[in-house]
């Protein structure tokens, strides 16, 4: 009864593609923890002030049923107010607000035009949902453009939805988000931002590269907790009516167990870090400065960003770099299909506070040593 999903793992092994859990060990490169918050003094004191007054671990319910806490309402009212959103919706994860959006607000006889290398979890959600979609290649605004014309022109009279990120996460790169912006604006569309790896690092107080388009009325914005954040959880920033719909419509959230209300707690902590201790980000960008030069002469490319790829290409040759590095005592993970395109392996590697600049520099040596 087992053996076609053994020879399923067995065919990804041969291909070195099977992943495993492991434990954490290393100098943390992997991790989205960018500005150190996740085991940070205010966030640990943050939420045992919250269990002090009483704040309940668990919701007890969907938040349609019992589950919706107060926790949850005061971080969505901060959090649109941080975000100059007009309402803010708290959900368990990211790809559960992927998932949610995608499935519930692009309707029947609508054009999603999305960039082909946005989040699984926005695939996902289309996959759910009834809108046309179709791909645009990554970071290539005249391709949007081009595609929501045909789709006018073949006789498409809905709504059109541009979904990209605003900074992605395998390749540190930044979304074109002006130009998107004014083709949105041109076709009437609503423009979709996933500032994920954005959020806390990027923009004024960290707000992301999105913050010249909050509280337009055709952007939203999601805005994950577990990055940058330290916490968990994801927040949908934008209209109140795209809010609504969402609690009526997308089942990933009305069917779902809502978010720890000490998680909804934390991310409010987090929100506040962001404007109160700028010098976490003015930290990361020295980290990052460090990086970008000393990874420069082992084929790491400068991104502009705390994410940066070491394209290797081959599965089994990534994999055995990052071993060697992990033996060295380094977080480096490889990254292989279907995560990214094949023949695109790499190592991700994410700078974050919690890697000092001298283990950035030791890095640079394993590194060296590890590709010869």
Not at 241 to 253: E, G, K, M, S
Not at 309 to 337: C, H, K, N, W, Y
Request: some cysteine.
């Amino acid at each position: 009864m087992l053996t076609p999903h053994r020879a399923d793992l067995a065919g990804l092994a041969d291909r070195d593609r099977l992943r495993r859990l492991v434990p954490r060990a290393g100098v943390d490169f992997a991790s989205n923890d960018y500005l150190a918050l996740a085991s940070s003094d205010r966030l640990r004191d943050a939420v045992a002030a919250a269990l002090a007054r009483g704040v309940a671990i668990g919701s007890g319910g969907s938040r349609l049923l019992r589950g919706n806490d107060p926790e949850h309402a005061a971080l969505e009212a901060e959090a649109a107010r941080f975000f100059g959103a007009e309402t803010a919706l708290f959900l368990s994860s990211g790809y559960a607000a992927n998932l949610a959006l995608f499935s519930a607000l692009p309707r029947r006889g609508d054009l999603v035009v999305y960039d082909a290398l946005i989040h699984a979890s926005a695939h996902d959600g289309m996959r759910l949902g009834r809108a046309e979609c179709e791909p645009a290649p990554h970071n290539d605004a005249g391709a949007f453009d081009d595609a929501i014309i045909r789709w006018r022109r073949s006789g498409g009279t809905g709504r059109v939805w541009i979904a990209v990120e605003s900074l992605y996460g395998m390749d540190g790169d930044r979304a074109p988000l002006a130009d998107l912006a004014e083709i949105a604006g041109r076709h009437e569309a609503f423009l979709v931002i996933d500032e994920a790896h954005a959020t806390g690092v990027f923009g004024d107080a960290g707000r992301g590269l999105a913050g010249a388009l909050h509280g337009r009325e055709a952007v939203v914005t999601l805005h994950t907790c577990g990055k940058a954040l330290g916490a968990e959880g994801a927040l949908l920033c934008g209209p109140a009516v795209i809010r609504d719909v969402l609690v009526n419509r997308a089942r990933a959230f009305i069917f779902s167990t809502a978010p720890s209300p000490l998680m909804a707690s934390a991310v409010r902590e987090s929100l506040r870090c962001l404007a109160d201790e700028p010098e976490r980000r003015a930290r990361l960008w020295r980290r990052v400065a460090t990086a970008e030069r000393m990874l420069a002469p082992c084929g790491v490319a400068a991104t502009g960003s705390q994410i940066l790829p070491l394209v290797i290409g081959e599965d089994a040759a990534t994999m055995r770099v990052a071993a060697s590095l992990q033996r060295a005592g380094f977080d480096v993970r490889g990254i292989r299909p279907p995560t990214v395109p094949a023949g695109t392996a790499r190592l991700r590697l994410s700078l974050t506070l919690n890697a000092s600049e001298a283990e950035i520099e030791a890095l640079a040596d394993a590194m060296r040593t590890a590709l010869r």
